[in-house]
C-alpha cells in the first residue's frame, strides 16, 4: 500500500493533491431538479471538478445508479484514476431507519447497538457508500441544544461504550471489510457544550471538562479502530477546532495513536474567515493542512483549491499537504476502491429490502423504550394493556400518525410508505375486535426562523389549510371521552431537534399540553407516548397522567415496536442516558455533581424550585419489579494500581420476563480534587425470568479511579476510600466501601 501511495503521490501535481483533499456535497442535484431547492452550487460545478480531478470525495449521493455515475466520471475521466470515497450520513440507518441514538443509548445494550449499525452499514455500502460521519459521540448536558438527540447523552462512560459500539458495528472486524463502512466519530471536540445550548456557538470547557467528560468518547472510538474523525464548528477556548493543532495533532494523534483520515464539517474551512481565525480562504487552507485536517467538506468554492498558493508562498509545506494525500490514499487502498469501485445496483436494491433488517429495527426500538411512569388504574398498573378487556381505543395527538415524525431526524432517502406509525401498529395488533379512532388535537407547531434543513422535501410540517383548532381540539377530546383507554402520542416534530434546531424551552410544543390535559380531563385513563429526543417538560403530566412511555423516533418499526410494549408481548427495559430536568431553568442538570457547600441543602439550591431533576440519570420502569441485594466486594484494601470485583444478586421479583440495566456507581471521598458524588462506571443489561435470581459482576480496575486533576495539571490515581453503589438507577443505594492504598500490596 506504501508504495503504491508513494507512486501515485510523485506522480500527481499540487492542483491534483489538492483536489484530492476536496470532498463535494452532491445532491443528486441535475440543473433541472428543483426539488431540492437552489443549490448553492455552480451549474456543472461538482462535474467539472471530476473531469479535471479536483474532487476525491463526494457525500450525500445515496442511489447506486448516482454513486456508479459519478465514480466513472472520476475513475476514467482524471489523470490518475483515482476513485472516490463516498461518505453519508448514515447516523441511525440509511434504508431500514432505526430508532434515534439516543433512543439506542438508552437501551443500555452495546450488543443491540452493534447490530443497528452493521445493518446500517450493509444498507450503506450495497449503494456505494463507503463511510459514514458517525457515531456522534458528543455529551451533551444541556438539552437545548437539538443535536442532543444524536448521541449516547451525559455521562462519558456509558457514551464510551456507545461509541465503541457503533465503531465495531460500522467497521467489522478490520477496515475495509466486505459490508462494512469507514465510521467517522464526530464533532472533535466539545461541541455539546455550546454556550446557551445554542447550535454551532462557542465552547469553552475547562481541561478538566474536556479529560474527564467530553474526550473520553472520543478517545474509546479511536481506540475501537475509527478510520476516520470528523472536527467540529465551533471554537474550542478560542481556537476553532478544524485547525486546532493541539486536537488534532497533539491529542488525537500523538497521544491517542490515531492513523486515519480527517475530515472538517461542511463549510467550516472557509468558515475559519468567518471566526476570525483566518485572514482569508488561503490562510484557512494552510492553517487547516498544517494541523493535518486532510480532506475539505465543501459546498461551492472550496479554500483547499488555495492550496497551490498556500505553499507556494510557504504558508504551508508540501511535505504537510502530502501527509494529507496519503491518509486519504490508504483509505481507498483499504478500502479495495482502485480493484472494485463500483457497485452491483440489483444487489443494492436485494439488500435494502431484507426483512431482517426491518426486524432488527423493530427490536431495537423495543429495547430502547424507557417506562417513566406506571401507576395503577382501578387496582392494576395502566400497562400492559390487556386487549380482550379492550372495547375501543383513541390514539390521538399530532405524532400519532406521522410517518415523518415516526423516523427522527438525520433521515433523507427512505421508503415513507413500509414506516409503521403508532396508529398503524396498534391498528394492525389489535385487528378488528378493538376499535381504533384517531384525531391529531392540535396543529403543528412554528418554527420562527428558517433553517437550511427546510430544503429537504417533507423535513417540516405543512401548517394544515383550514384546520379548526376549537374543533379539531374538542374531536380528539370526545374521541377519548367514548374509549377505554386514551393513548396520547406527544413530543416534537422531528424538525425541531437534530442539527440547527435548538429550544430556548422544554415545553411541550404548540398546543400539546392543552390537549393532553382536556383528554385527562374526560377521566378515561391515558397513556402518554413520547416521540421525542431531549426531555421534556413534564411537571403536569408527571402528576396527572398515569403512564409514561418514552419511546423516541423509533425507526421504520415505530409502531409495532410500539403496539408490542403497550400490549405488553415485551416489557420495557430501557434506561435514561441524561438526568431529566424538570423545567429547563435547571439546565445543566447531571448525576455526576460534586458535593460542593453544605451538601444537606443539595436538593434546595433554587428558591422556586426542587434542584434534583425530575427524573435521574439511568432511571427506568419495567413490567416486572427488580431487587439488588448482597453486593460484596472480594477486596476491601487495594493498590491504587489494581482491581476488585463488585458482585451483586439481581432478582425478578415480578411475574413476568424482563431486561434489567444493573448500573454501578463509584465516588473518591477525597483527594487533591473534589470529586463527583456518583459516577457511573459499570452497567449490564440482563434478562431475568420472572422469580429468577442471577449473580452480576463487575471489574472495579484502576481505569475506572483515575482523572484529570487540575491541582497537577496531569491524570492521577490517589488512595482514599471509595464508596460503590449498584442498582437500577443513579439514586441506587444498595453500597459498599473499598479503599486504595500507595502501593503496599494488601
Ligand atoms: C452537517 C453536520 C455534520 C454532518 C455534515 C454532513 O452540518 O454538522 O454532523 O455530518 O454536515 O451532512
Redesign the pocket.
Known sequence: MRTRVEELLSAMTLEEKAGQLTQY?SFGLHEDDAAVGPSPQRPGEVEDALARGGAGSL??VTDPAETNRLQRRAVEGSRHGIPLLF???V?HGLRTIFPVPIAMAASWDPATMERGQAVAAREARAVGIHWT??P?VDVARDPRWG?IV?GAGEDPHLGAAVAAAQVRGFQGERLGAPERIIA?P??FAGYGAALGGRDYDEVDLSDAQLWNVYLPPFEAAVAAGAGNV?T??MPLNGVPATANRWLLVEVLREQWGFEGFLVS??NAVRNLVTHGFAADPTDAAARAAGAGLDLE?AMTDPAYAHLPEAVASGAVSVEAVDACVRRVLEAKLRLGLFESPYVDEERARAVLADPAHREAAREAAQRSAVLLRNEAVAGAPLLPLDPARLGSVAVLGPLADSRRDTLGPWVFDVDLDETVTVLQGLRTRLGEAVQVRCAPGVRPAQRLFPS?FDAFPGNTPPDPEGFDDEAELARAVDLAREADVAVVVLGEWQHMIG??ASRSSLELPGRQLELLQAVVATGTPVVLLLLNGRPLDLRWAVEHVPAILDVWYPGTQGGTAVADLLLGDVSPGGKLPFSWPRSVGQVPVVHSHTASHEPENQAKRYWDEASTPLFPFGFGLSYARFDHADLTLDRQSLPVGESLTASVTVTNAGDRDADEVVQLYLHQRHGTAARPVRELKGFQRVHLRAGESRTVAFTVGPEHRRYWNAAVRDVVLEASPFDVWVGGDSTAQLTATFTTTDGQAS
Open positions: 456535497f457525500l450525500f461518505g453519508f450520513d447516523i460521519f458517525a456522534m443535536r444524536e467517522g464526530k464533532h470528523m467540529a464548528y464539517d461542511a467538506m437550511i442539527e440547527a
